[in-house]
């Protein structure tokens, strides 16, 4: 079982709003990560949590905040966003977070700024 | 500054025939290898790795080669599926489990 879960599957949220996209994964795995993807790009690395500790912070913007409740669940609450922050928020998991453990991802959370 | 990069940003394989996606990278710290296909509104599905002790890993259709001294990494699918048909992205991590993904290659495969 390599599942990665993440709800919601889209999100619509104004501006002013605050929201939030869950994460959770039953596989035992200590490294968490949130990646976001633009259209026809790569995905890219915001955040990583390695035994429920923020490890990296690709130097997002504030109005995203991971948190990481426990081994199991990750979040990233969003407040005051901005039209370019409409992505696809990917969710993914890796046994540990060293090299050579592979990193399981999500289906996404397809988030629109209006 | 690009540090996995797939020069074929598309690519059309008879089904049946083998298919052959390309990946460099510049990055001499890189140590581990991964390709992921990704269907449109998904997340990236993972499919085969290979660490850069090695030079090549099979998994049923799928093979990585990786040529270390030309940076270069490959995966072939043999025989090639309509269901392949995918975006397909070659990634890298060294030192830490960052992955830094290449731009993709779409693959169609065509009956």
């Known amino acids: 079982d390599t599942e990665v879960t993440q709800t919601p599957k889209h999100l619509v949220m104004g501006m002013t709003n605050k929201k939030s996209l869950k994460c959770e994964q039953h596989?035992?795995?200590?490294?968490m990560y949130w990646y976001k993807q633009k259209a026809k790009k790569p995905p890219e690395l915001m955040f990583v949590?390695?035994?429920?500790?923020?490890?990296i912070n690709e130097s997002v913007p504030s109005r995203f905040s991971p948190e990481c409740p426990n081994s199991s669940l990750l979040n990233l609450h969003l407040h005051a966003l901005q039209p370019e922050d409409s992505a696809l928020y990917l969710c993914?998991?890796?046994?540990?977070?060293?090299?050579?453990?592979?990193?399981?991802f999500g289906e996404g959370s397809w988030l629109t700024v209006v | 500054d690009q540090q996995v990069k797939q020069n074929s940003p598309s690519l059309s394989v008879q089904e049946g025939r083998i298919s052959i996606l390309n990946c460099d990278y510049t990055?001499?710290?890189?140590?581990?290898f991964l390709w992921y296909k990704k269907y449109p509104a998904e997340g990236p599905t993972f499919l085969i790795s290979?660490?850069?002790?090695?030079d090549k890993n099979e998994d049923g259709r799928f093979t990585v080669f990786l040529n270390k001294s030309a940076k270069h990494l490959s995966l072939h699918i043999v025989p090639s599926q309509p269901g392949d048909s995918a975006v397909y992205f070659c990634?890298?991590?060294?030192?830490?489990?960052?992955?830094?993904f290449g731009t993709g290659t779409q693959l169609k495969v065509e009956l």
């Open positions: 990055n001499s710290m890189f140590d581990y």
């Open positions: 990634a890298a991590t060294g030192g830490g489990n960052k992955l830094t």
């Open positions: 949590y390695s035994y429920e500790k923020l490890s």
């Open positions: 596989m035992g795995h200590r490294a």
């Open positions: 993914a998991s890796s046994q540990t977070g060293f090299t050579g453990n592979t990193i399981y």
């Open positions: 290979i660490s850069s002790i090695k």
